[in-house]
């Protein structure tokens, strides 16, 4: 049943990670999350940024970029510290 968002009941982190198709980073960054989706609950969202223009102007030359709960956590690289501290104050 889905949260709905009770006393007593974590929502799952929300990642948004935006990339570009073709981007080695994003790759990269994209096979370290899915390992870490076998250890950490999150719900994943992929956004590829050359479908919105908005979106190029705002992250054109920072892809990969990773979004948790709407705030960005990291560029270029993940952080798996910053991201793993995010993840466990959902538990």
């Known amino acids: 049943m889905p949260d709905s968002g009770g006393t007593g009941c974590q929502q799952v982190p929300r990642l948004t ?6 981007c ?3 790759e990269q960054m994209h096979a370290e999350l899915s390992v870490l989706e076998s250890r950490y609950t999150f719900a994943l969202e992929r956004i590829d940024i050359d479908e919105d223009p908005r979106l190029v102007a705002r992250f054109n030359a920072k892809v990969p970029v990773l979004a948790v709960d709407g ?4 560029c270029h690289y993940l952080d798996t510290s910053a991201l ?3 993840l466990t104050r959902h538990d």
């Open 71 to 74: 705030e960005i956590l990291c």
């Open 84 to 86: 793993i501290d995010e």
């Open 24 to 26: 080695g980073l994003c």
């Open 17 to 22: 990670l935006y990339f570009r198709e073709g």
